[in-house]
């Protein structure tokens, strides 16, 4: 649920310890809720005064609630974390001139072949004050801005993905690479077709959480064929024992699991199927991306 850095103090995991139970019980809640949406309901747009101009959230996603009701889900998923007063916001531009950050996750469901991104986006001092108010301790380094908003898109998963086992759906996390940098992020106007951009106010911090969404069906893939950022759809076995699992479902593959696998399988065993989700274009451009601290400090 969480990462702290050491050495640490007792307020700090009494802090985040507390943010982790506030957490767990507001996807209970957002999990509940999603089971009583009427099938109507979930057919509603999300309220276009959060889109950013020119969004839409493609019709054919629309029938799942946890989609169409993204932004109620976001604005309820951050009030979990006790900041106070969370609200949607006015459309916000980042200054260049100033430092930014940016953290991602995605969602994979697939067997309604969706996969969901989740880009939050703030300016150096928003993190800073987020932190504050998130452990009730001053941060020490810029690093604690760019957790704080790693801890918020944590939480802005766990809702959504409760919503969506709460309608039926099987959803899987992978672990992907978290921090990326905002100064990149006009690169990926062109692959913005299906977003919701929802600015949010923590009283008066401001920060925007930007939602992709993307048809990723199933494909069978031999060993040979996984390329990186591939998602597992199902456990990998050890070859020649079904009992122990080699890749557990929802992994999201790099290099180096790549090259254990094509090592383990050889010969014919390299030519069994796996059922994985290909990532969209979104993934392949922020997997490349570096926060802005890690390259000014080079």
Known sequence: ADVLVLPTSPEVIRARAQAVCRVLLKMAAIASRALDV???EAMEP???TVRSSGSTLNAKFQRFSALSKASTLIIESVSGMGFGSVQAGSQHVFDPSK???ASWCCIVAPNCSVWVDFLVEAERSTGMQLFERLTGVPPDCPADASDTLGEIVNLIQGGIKAAFQAEGHDALTPTVPKAVASSNLDRLNAHLQDRVRLVVDVNGAV????MFVYASPIVRKTIESLR???VTAEAVSMPNNHHLKMVNRGVML??????NLRNRFVGDARKIAINVI???PLINL???MQTAAAAAAR
Do not use: K
């Not at 920060?207 to 930007?210: H, K, L, P, Q, S």
């Not at 790099?254 to 090259?259: E, S």
């Open 207 to 210: 920060f925007c959480v930007t």
């Open 46 to 48: 999300t309220d276009p």
């Open 38 to 40: 009427e099938p109507t």
């Open 99 to 101: 430092t930014n950050y």
């Open 228 to 230: 990186p950022r591939d």
């Open 278 to 280: 290909e990532p969209p």
């Open 286 to 288: 922020l997997a490349g």
């Open 254 to 259: 790099d290099d180096r699991w790549i090259a």
